[in-house]
């Protein structure tokens, strides 16, 4: 082969690489503008959503800068008890007790306290009394804890909801001394799920949330009362399900309370972003606002859309208790 002709298939070859290249460089900027393009019009199409989200949002922050924020609907986390709001406050001084009788004594000493309000502190006296057992020792605690377990049938709604309390207390903070008190505690309970006064009912099934799968026994009556649509206490109820039954998921019971607006929804709505993936609840969320025809509704969903936005963007911001 003379060189002439060997310069020409190297130029023929050098000729197709450029081709070749040239195409490359071609196809992936088709390829980047396509991509570009579906992003921008992915983009476009959620623009009105994400508008109607924002007035919402400038809305509500209107009205609470104006003083106006408490309106029909209203914000009901403070019915959930979470585990740092069982505990004493620290600017309490809680005394040791010496015996279980000495708590029997004073508790009913407090009880005998007839007074109208304001002259009547028996609430307050009866829980930092009971909030003692948090210290108590072992000798002490152990005797007390079936005491407190019997006011759970006391005919004071007082009495039975701060003895709840504190027994949800007991439960998170000194679970290993509890242990041995779980069965008879959680059958307690189960009776208390259809107490007269709906806080103890709360209050009843939330400890049996923190109790766990050994709450098994107050599966059933916590079933009929989840699937109550008229019922303040299903969305509670779900939850302790939630934690009790591994085959259980409180998310889609609590989304069909928002959808159809049952008793309680609005909990169930706020509570949402604690039990689902942020990206989920958000869409989720969205959805509920675009779709609400009443402004209310449609203030409270842009505030719980504030508030997740702004748990993601401040992730170590403790919320208010």
Not at 4 to 18: I, P
Not at 60 to 66: F, K
Not at 198 to 212: C, F, N, T
Request: charged share 25%; proline share 6%; glycine share 4%.
């Amino acid at each position: 082969m003379s060189e002439a002709d060997q310069r020409s298939g190297r130029w023929k070859f050098q000729f197709g690489l450029g081709w070749a290249a040239y195409w490359v460089l071609v196809c992936g900027l088709v390829l980047g503008w396509y991509r570009d393009h579906m992003q921008a019009a992915n983009d476009l199409s959620r623009l009105p959503t994400e508008i109607v989200v924002m007035n919402q949002q400038i809305a509500v922050l209107t009205r609470q800068i104006e003083g106006l924020s408490q309106g029909t609907i209203y914000s009901r986390m403070s019915q959930r008890v979470r585990p740092e709001h069982l505990a004493p406050n620290a600017n309490y001084k809680v005394h040791s007790l010496e015996s279980a009788d000495q708590l029997r004594q004073s508790l009913e000493r407090i009880r005998k306290d007839t007074r109208p309000l304001p002259f009547n502190h028996s609430e307050v006296f009866f829980r930092l009394h009971l909030f003692q057992l948090y210290k108590s020792p072992e000798e002490v605690f152990q005797p007390a804890v079936p005491l407190v377990i019997g006011y759970l049938e006391a005919p004071e709604a007082m009495v039975r909801r701060e003895s709840t309390r504190l027994l949800h207390g007991l439960v998170l903070h000194r679970r290993i001394h509890m242990q041995q008190h779980i069965p008879v505690l959680t059958d307690a309970l189960t009776r208390r799920l259809s107490d007269p006064d709906d806080r103890v009912r709360i209050e009843a099934a939330q400890v049996l949330e923190s109790i766990g799968v050994e709450a098994g026994s107050a599966a059933a009556r916590l079933n009929e009362i989840a699937a109550d649509d008229d019922d303040e206490v299903a969305v509670f109820a779900a939850l302790a399900i939630d934690a009790i039954d591994p085959q259980y998921h409180a998310v889609p019971r609590l989304q069909e309370l928002v959808e159809t607006r049952a008793a309680n929804w609005e909990f169930a709505a706020e509570w949402l972003p604690e039990i689902m993936l942020p990206s989920d609840a958000e869409q989720y969320l969205e959805t509920q606002l675009m779709q609400t025809k009443i402004p209310e509704e449609g203030y409270f969903f842009a505030r719980i859309l504030s508030q997740l936005k702004r748990r993601q963007m401040f992730p170590d911001e403790k919320e208010a208790p």
